[in-house]
């Protein structure tokens, strides 16, 4: 082997600096994009272009389940067609196989970024193997989810996001996007977070299915040299960071390192601990998924200075310029028709409403969303999949405002990726407009389709 | 390549990668195969070992104290001494060390790992690798992964109480299965040659230069290698203190765990099982006292308890048809 030299990365073990040359991996990845490219594709396929351009994803891994499969599809067709030397799709036989698979290669080299897209049952199969990832440190692993409702009787293949809010507690940085730039300039900005020496977690970017896994629009592709080069800056800049918090395995005053890989280093992971060890280590992952809201502003900000598009933000406020009387809270694509109704909104029903779309739903935006709200009389949430009581992001937007006065209105709509429609949306409006007026929500929850509340459950 | 007893001289001689600090049961036999692996690992190459969730895990791999992989009480200066060590989750060994094979030949095919090819060992319990975790075991032996998967057959789930495996022998009791059930063996050997290993073997680390030669050879594999090793529980069997390599042992010579080796395409061998004076059955269960119910010793003879004749019978038949078994599996 090469001159490799012995780097002590206490309590980790040891890394030898020069057993894997990355350098030559960089050196043997073929651009795909040399230049600004506008394509029309899918969100599939938007979510899979970053891995065909970043050098550093030498293996995706995937088995195919609707509607993810298509990300699978475009990335073995690319490498299959012979020029993406140092490139490899594999195939495995199950999920939970692909979630073992990608945790050997992160675990193998640290430097690599290693991703899968799958759905539904498949990220519920997946489960044992997400969580442990979640907990694992290895930031290098990208779970795409790419939204479908879980649970059989009755199947439903379309879009909503059971899948994705039954992980919320998974270990992942949840990121929902809506349309193919934003998928696609998500994906870019992820690794730059997950990989960051302080927040070293798992990324799970995610869209909706059909709605935007399958439809089209354009998209502006980076060339790879940006790509590439947003993200080496990135882990560059973020090497050697003063810890945000305090690392309880490190030694004390050390900066936070990436502990070793396998193949690079003396080291074991996932051992096992005693109860009085495991609350440290769960410390720790709770302090580096919450150090993720800083590490997104850096990074969201270097994106937008290098690409000239906006870098992600936790929320996307829309509206708000107003002084919104009402707030609706969403996420997901149905967005898009709540901002093109905020006129309509204000003309028909007499006020004026701001339509905040999450984004980031783990860690959920707390502080920035209770900034958003501070002025609205009343906020209505719309919850896209099933819930034992007043909704996944009810129960988060009530946290951030605990304490005001404003009602919560809780809705269910687009239930199995059922279109919320004007009419929908309208009605979701006029009943926070009539609980900002009355001072309080009037039921604990509704189901609302196509206009019409068909059930719902009163207030005790 | 050298053979047998000079082989295992050699090897002992090695930097051992398994050390102080396990807190596996005194008399387990697992101890014993962990010293031969991570000696004969030393051969300069880096090593990676995956642990499914298993006794082997949890007992050799405790933050902090009790992690006994490595060599050397400090990290050792050169990669090629070094070792890395993952348990992920309990089926999932075969599969995460595929990902480490397929993640070093990658970064080989472009220049950036210009070692040797790294050893890759994946270690499970049979719970592991024949109950929970045969689709993973399977698919990647179907993958021809260059991996040497080891598979401890204890016969129980002994990491977590002792529980009924199908891997076990008839009619042993087990906690969640009292007395124990009728089911055979599962045909691991027979699955793991039909699914594509290149070299599946079966050894107890009692015959010591064999087992260093299969481990050696396991090594060198240039598909998967695939290795069976049968693995007296002192706590589980629970058997006198001293008998473990001796079981192991027995468990060849009967006929229910015979000594193995083939290689794909070529004509495998059985081993250590004596074709003219072959122990009965009740040699082996009556050393045991998972099998009081239906043996127990008076002196050093076994004795068939009244009424329990059958089942003494059905595990001799099964040892018989099970070395019939491995002769057509030889002949493949």
Same mark, same amino acid.
């Given at each position: 082997?090469?001159?490799?030299?012995?780097?002590?990365?206490?309590?980790?073990?040891?890394?030898?600096?020069?057993?894997?040359?990355?350098?030559?991996?960089?050196?043997?990845?073929?651009?795909?994009?040399?230049?600004?490219?506008?394509?029309?594709?899918?969100?599939?396929?938007?979510?899979?272009?970053?891995?065909?351009?970043?050098?550093?994803?030498?293996?995706?891994?995937?088995?195919?389940?609707?509607?993810?499969?298509?990300?699978?599809?475009?990335?073995?067709?690319?490498?299959?067609?012979?020029?993406?030397?140092?490139?490899?799709?594999?195939?495995?036989?199950?999920?939970?196989?692909?979630?073992?698979?990608?945790?050997?290669?992160?675990?193998?080299?640290?430097?690599?970024?290693?991703?899968?897209?799958?759905?539904?049952?498949?990220?519920?199969?997946?489960?044992?193997?997400?969580?442990?990832?979640?907990?694992?440190?290895?930031?290098?692993?990208?779970?795409?989810?790419?939204?479908?409702?879980?649970?059989?009787?009755?199947?439903?293949?379309?879009?909503?996001?059971?899948?994705?809010?039954?992980?919320?507690?998974?270990?992942?940085?949840?990121?929902?996007?809506?349309?193919?730039?934003?998928?696609?300039?998500?994906?870019?900005?992820?690794?730059?977070?997950?990989?960051?020496?302080?927040?070293?977690?798992?990324?799970?970017?995610?869209?909706?299915?059909?709605?935007?896994?399958?439809?089209?629009?354009?998209?502006?592709?980076?060339?790879?040299?940006?790509?590439?080069?947003?993200?080496?800056?990135?882990?560059?800049?973020?090497?050697?960071?003063?810890?945000?918090?305090?690392?309880?395995?490190?030694?004390?005053?050390?900066?936070?390192?990436?502990?070793?890989?396998?193949?690079?280093?003396?080291?074991?992971?996932?051992?096992?601990?005693?109860?009085?060890?495991?609350?440290?280590?769960?410390?720790?992952?709770?302090?580096?998924?919450?150090?993720?809201?800083?590490?997104?502003?850096?990074?969201?900000?270097?994106?937008?200075?290098?690409?000239?598009?906006?870098?992600?933000?936790?929320?996307?406020?829309?509206?708000?310029?107003?002084?919104?009387?009402?707030?609706?809270?969403?996420?997901?694509?149905?967005?898009?028709?709540?901002?093109?109704?905020?006129?309509?909104?204000?003309?028909?029903?007499?006020?004026?409403?701001?339509?905040?779309?999450?984004?980031?739903?783990?860690?959920?935006?707390?502080?920035?969303?209770?900034?958003?709200?501070?002025?609205?009389?009343?906020?209505?949430?719309?919850?896209?999949?099933?819930?034992?009581?007043?909704?996944?992001?009810?129960?988060?937007?009530?946290?951030?405002?605990?304490?005001?006065?404003?009602?919560?209105?809780?809705?269910?709509?687009?239930?199995?990726?059922?279109?919320?429609?004007?009419?929908?949306?309208?009605?979701?409006?006029?009943?926070?407009?009539?609980?900002?007026?009355?001072?309080?929500?009037?039921?604990?929850?509704?189901?609302?389709?196509?206009?019409?509340?068909?059930?719902?459950?009163?207030?005790? | 390549?050298?053979?047998?007893?000079?082989?295992?001289?050699?090897?002992?001689?090695?930097?051992?990668?398994?050390?102080?600090?396990?807190?596996?049961?005194?008399?387990?036999?697992?101890?014993?195969?962990?010293?031969?692996?991570?000696?004969?690992?030393?051969?300069?190459?880096?090593?990676?070992?995956?642990?499914?969730?298993?006794?082997?895990?949890? +007992?050799?791999? &405790?933050?902090?104290?009790? @992690? #006994?992989?490595?060599?050397?009480?400090?990290? $050792?200066?050169?990669? %090629?001494?070094?070792?890395?060590?993952?348990?992920?989750?309990?089926?999932?060994?075969?599969?995460?060390?595929?990902?480490?094979?397929?993640?070093?030949?990658?970064?080989?095919?472009?220049?950036?790992?210009?070692?040797?090819?790294?050893?890759?060992?994946?270690?499970?319990?049979?719970?592991?690798?024949?109950?929970?975790?045969?689709?993973?075991?399977?698919?990647?032996?179907?993958?021809?992964?260059?991996?040497?998967?080891?598979?401890?057959?204890?016969?129980?789930?002994?990491?977590?109480?002792?529980?009924?495996?199908?891997?076990?022998?008839?009619?042993?009791?087990?906690?969640?299965?009292?007395?124990?059930?009728?089911?055979?063996?599962?045909?691991?050997?027979?699955? +793991?040659?039909? &699914?594509?290993?290149?070299? @599946? #073997?079966?050894?107890?680390?009692?015959?010591? $230069?064999?087992?260093? %030669?299969?481990?050696?050879?396991?090594?060198?594999?240039?598909?998967?290698?695939?290795?069976?090793?049968?693995?007296?529980?002192?706590?589980?069997?629970?058997?006198?203190?001293?008998?473990?390599?001796?079981?192991?042992?027995?468990?060849?010579?009967?006929?229910?765990?015979?000594?193995?080796?083939?290689?794909?395409?070529?004509?495998?061998?059985?081993?250590?099982?004596?074709?003219?004076?072959?122990?009965?059955?009740?040699?082996?269960?009556?050393?045991?006292?998972?099998?009081?119910?239906?043996?127990?010793?008076?002196?050093?003879?076994?004795?068939?308890?009244?009424?329990?004749?059958?089942?003494?019978?059905?595990?001799?038949?099964?040892?018989?048809?099970?070395?019939?078994?491995?002769?057509?599996?030889?002949?493949?």
């Amino acid at each position: 082997m090469e001159s490799t030299a012995r780097r002590l990365v206490p309590p980790y073990g040891a890394t030898y600096d020069g057993s894997i040359d990355l350098d030559a991996l960089r050196a043997a990845h073929r651009p795909r994009f040399l230049e600004r490219t506008r394509k029309a594709v899918d969100g599939n396929t938007a979510a899979a272009i970053p891995f065909l351009q970043w050098w550093r994803a030498a293996i995706v891994a995937g088995f195919p389940i609707t509607p993810a499969t298509k990300w699978l599809e475009h990335l073995a067709a690319e490498v299959a067609r012979g020029d993406a030397r140092g490139k490899r799709v594999k195939l495995l036989e199950s999920e939970h196989a692909v979630a073992d698979y990608i945790a050997g290669v992160a675990a193998a080299c640290r430097g690599l970024v290693v991703g899968t897209a799958t759905s539904s049952v498949g990220l519920d199969h997946m489960t044992e193997s997400i969580r442990s990832l979640g907990a694992s440190g290895l930031g290098n692993v990208i779970v795409v989810d790419v939204c479908r409702a879980t649970a059989n009787y009755p199947l439903c293949i379309e879009g909503d996001p059971s899948d994705l809010l039954a992980h919320r507690d998974d270990g992942f940085i949840q990121v929902v996007c809506r349309g193919v730039q934003q998928i696609y300039d998500t994906l870019l900005q992820l690794p730059a977070i997950g990989m960051d020496p302080r927040v070293l977690t798992p990324t799970m970017p995610s869209y909706y299915g059909i709605k935007d896994s399958h439809r089209s629009g354009a998209l502006v592709i980076e060339p790879d040299a940006e790509v590439n080069g947003f993200l080496d800056d990135a882990l560059r800049t973020a090497e050697g960071t003063s810890p945000l918090v305090e690392d309880f395995l490190a030694a004390e005053g050390a900066a936070h390192p990436t502990p070793p890989g396998l193949l690079d280093g003396d080291t074991a992971l996932g051992s096992c601990v005693t109860s009085d060890w495991f609350q440290g280590f769960k410390l720790a992952q709770k302090q580096r998924l919450s150090a993720a809201h800083r590490v997104i502003a850096e990074v969201a900000t270097a994106f937008e200075a290098r690409f000239g598009r906006p870098g992600l933000s936790p929320i996307e406020l829309h509206g708000f310029d107003q002084r919104p009387e009402i707030a609706l809270v969403c996420m997901g694509p149905d967005a898009g028709t709540a901002i093109h109704l905020l006129g309509r909104i204000r003309d028909q029903l007499g006020v004026r409403a701001g339509v905040a779309v999450v984004r980031l739903l783990t860690p959920f935006p707390t502080v920035d969303l209770a900034a958003a709200l501070a002025g609205v009389h009343a906020v209505g949430v719309i919850n896209n999949a099933h819930h034992h009581g007043r909704g996944h992001l009810t129960l988060d937007v009530e946290e951030a405002i605990a304490g005001r006065t404003a009602p919560v209105e809780a809705f269910f709509c687009g239930l199995g990726g059922a279109d919320v429609s004007t009419t929908t949306w309208l009605a979701m409006a006029r009943t926070t407009a009539e609980a900002a007026a009355r001072g309080r929500a009037g039921r604990r929850w509704r189901l609302v389709h196509e206009g019409l509340e068909i059930g719902g459950e009163d207030l005790r | 390549m050298k053979k047998g007893l000079p082989l295992f001289k050699e090897l002992a001689l090695r930097d051992d990668a398994f050390g102080e600090g396990h807190t596996l049961c005194p008399g387990c036999e697992e101890a014993v195969t962990f010293h031969a692996l991570g000696r004969a690992t030393d051969n300069g190459k880096k090593t990676v070992l995956v642990m499914g969730t298993s006794c082997g895990e949890v +007992s050799t791999l &405790a933050y902090p104290t009790g @992690v #006994a992989w490595g060599r050397g009480r400090e990290e $050792p200066d050169q990669v %090629e001494k070094s070792v890395g060590v993952i348990h992920h989750v309990f089926e999932s060994a075969p599969t995460v060390a595929e990902a480490i094979r397929d993640t070093a030949d990658l970064l080989a095919g472009v220049g950036a790992w210009s070692g040797p090819p790294p050893n890759v060992v994946s270690w499970s319990g049979d719970g592991g690798a024949l109950a929970i975790g045969l689709r993973s075991f399977l698919h990647t032996i179907h993958r021809r992964a260059r991996v040497a998967l080891f598979v401890n057959i204890n016969e129980l789930f002994a990491n977590t109480g002792f529980q009924y495996s199908p891997t076990g022998i008839p009619f042993g009791d087990a906690s969640t299965l009292p007395g124990g059930g009728p089911a055979e063996p599962i045909d691991h050997i027979g699955l +793991s040659l039909v &699914a594509g290993a290149g070299f @599946v #073997a079966q050894v107890s680390p009692g015959f010591a $230069p064999l087992f260093a %030669e299969i481990v050696d050879e396991a090594l060198r594999c240039e598909t998967t290698a695939v290795v069976f090793v049968p693995s007296p529980c002192i706590a589980g069997w629970k058997f006198e203190e001293g008998m473990t390599a001796e079981l192991g042992r027995l468990a060849s010579k009967t006929g229910l765990f015979p000594c193995f080796r083939k290689r794909a395409g070529q004509p495998g061998e059985i081993l250590h099982v004596p074709a003219d004076r072959r122990p009965p059955v009740n040699e082996y269960l009556a050393r045991q006292r998972r099998f009081d119910h239906l043996v127990r010793l008076e002196g050093d003879l076994p004795v068939v308890r009244a009424g329990r004749e059958p089942e003494v019978a059905a595990i001799q038949a099964y040892a018989d048809r099970n070395l019939a078994r491995l002769s057509r599996l030889a002949a493949l």
